[in-house]
């Protein structure tokens, strides 16, 4: 495994850009021209987006330049808008040819609250069909692909706003997780990637997952990382999980755990292949060098007994989603939807009541089980992405059908069921030249740990920002 090395300052792009616009070192409008070029440029080899505003864009540049409007933090850093996510005057299409082309008549909550902070939208990302696989391909706009390797996926859901970061022609690009969306796209395309404690960033209209998903950050850097999340963080009206912002400032952990502990896996899915086993093990010793503690390792299935949260999450996601868009349209459009979405709306059709009560019911244990497993001292480290990668159109390689990934790939899915914060972080790159990514699982509501662990990580063990060939946006602006 070859490690990276550092490009670039500790600053990251989001927090440069905004610094520069607010003491006039820089023009929003010419950062945004910037950007809006970065993207089309994009589009033939790497198709992260699936619409630009230009017009909307730089008017609202205009108004920042012109102090029009008042400055916040992320004045002027152009953001890309997950398409699963509301932005208003515009469509949300989900990746789908089924979803109506009428726009939508107000922004989504993260979105919204990352404009409201002074960030400019300049286009929809790409994802796959209704956000439900792990890589970004769809019947709409087509395939997306990694700008460290564009054979490969830049994974998913949120896998257009990865391969956009990666490729620096957005400073900021907004991610849901529902069982790994943001993680896995942060480790395939080298980035930081946080899910948060469920319910710490407000969920409001209530997800096609109900207890799973919830906004996240992805990032270039620690510092725009933790700005991020503090601007997207804090409750909103009709979320019933959601503590207040002084609940959770009321919650103070200790920058670093006592203990670490570290699996393969998870969930007993067999054996990990050999280069990511090995990239996985380096990580393990790098951040137990960095916090000069001892591994306890720990089983594969050893966690849960006989029951197993990543076969519920199947069980309760796809129940859900099904009963989310309605049966009757499910079945209506089933022939017009991709082959992994047919598939994964196959098994929520046939989950029964019982089944499906009996799966929400295990989450209790599940959540009690690895409460008491972490307790307040630990941190689970796992391989984010339980592969070396896989094909742009989903194929795991080129002897493999269509459709959706198989469950032995991904490693993130616990994290939903449970509830707890969980970062990637990058740590060097595997044979295939695609970036690996270490999961750190923190306890419930320990989100400020991962943000200080995340800062310590990228001083010890540096990464390069963008992908090569590519330059990230703070640097092409001189930054």
């Keep these: 495994m070859t490690q990276s090395l550092p490009k670039v300052g500790r600053t990251g792009p989001v927090t440069a850009i905004a610094a520069a616009i607010r003491t006039r070192r820089l023009l929003a409008r010419d950062v945004v021209t910037l950007s809006l070029s970065a993207l089309e440029a994009s589009r033939a080899t790497l198709n992260p987006w699936s619409e630009l505003d230009a017009t909307q864009a730089l008017a609202a540049a205009d108004a920042i330049d012109e102090r029009r409007v008042p400055l916040g933090p992320l004045s002027g850093a152009p953001l890309l808008i997950k398409d699963s996510e509301h932005w208003a005057g515009h469509a949300t299409r989900h990746g789908s040819l089924v979803t109506s082309s009428k726009a939508a008549t107000e922004t989504s909550l993260s979105p919204s609250r990352l404009i409201d902070a002074g960030a400019i939208a300049v286009g929809k990302s790409t994802l796959p069909e209704f956000a439900i696989e792990g890589f970004t391909a769809n019947r709409l706009t087509g395939v997306t692909r990694n700008p460290w390797g564009v054979a490969y996926s830049p994974g998913g859901s949120s896998g257009g706003a990865g391969a956009a970061l990666a490729a620096g022609a957005v400073a900021i690009a907004t991610a849901t997780d529902g069982g790994g969306s943001v993680r896995i796209p942060a480790a395939l395309c080298g980035l930081l990637g946080l899910k948060p404690t469920n319910g710490s960033v407000g969920r409001w209209p209530a997800h096609d997952w109900i207890d799973y998903s919830t906004d996240g950050v992805l990032a270039t850097s620690s510092d725009d990382l933790r700005l991020l999340y503090e601007i997207q963080r804090g409750p909103v009206a009709g979320d019933p999980t959601a503590p207040t912002i002084a609940m959770l400032d009321a919650v103070r952990p200790p920058d670093a755990p006592t203990r670490l502990c570290a699996a393969y896996r998870t969930s007993d899915l067999g054996p990990l292949a050999t280069s990511v086993a090995s990239a996985f093990e380096d990580a393990v010793a790098a951040f137990a060098d960095l916090l000069n503690l001892p591994v306890t390792w720990v089983e594969p299935g050893s966690l849960f007994g006989e029951d197993d949260p990543d076969l519920d999450w199947f069980t309760v996601a796809t129940a859900e989603h099904v009963a989310s868009l309605g049966r009757d349209f499910v079945d209506e459009h089933?022939?017009?939807?991709?082959?992994?979405?047919?598939?994964?709306?196959e098994v929520g059709r046939r989950v029964t009541l019982d089944e499906y009560l009996a799966a929400r019911r295990r989450r209790f244990t599940y959540v009690r089980q690895f409460d008491e497993f972490l307790g307040a001292d630990t941190v689970l480290?796992?391989?984010?992405?339980?592969?070396?990668?896989?094909?742009?159109?989903?194929?795991?390689?080129?002897?493999?059908?269509?459709?959706?990934?198989?469950?032995?790939?991904?490693?993130?899915?616990?994290?939903?069921?449970?509830?707890?914060?969980?970062?990637?972080?990058?740590?060097?790159?595997?044979?295939?030249?695609?970036?690996?990514?270490?999961?750190?699982?923190?306890?419930?509501?320990?989100?400020?740990?991962?943000?200080?662990?995340?800062?310590?990580?990228?001083i010890a063990y540096p990464w390069q920002r963008s992908a090569p060939g590519f330059t990230s946006l703070d640097v092409a602006l001189g930054l």
């Design 334 to 345: 089933f022939d017009d939807f991709a082959i992994a979405t047919q598939a994964f709306f």
């Design 381 to 458: 480290l796992t391989p984010t992405v339980a592969s070396p990668g896989w094909l742009a159109d989903g194929r795991l390689d080129e002897s493999t059908p269509l459709g959706g990934l198989p469950p032995e790939v991904y490693s993130t899915a616990l994290q939903n069921v449970t509830g707890n914060p969980a970062l990637s972080v990058p740590f060097g790159h595997l044979a295939n030249g695609l970036p690996f990514g270490l999961q750190i699982t923190a306890p419930r509501y320990f989100d400020a740990q991962l943000l200080t662990l995340a800062d310590r990580w990228q």
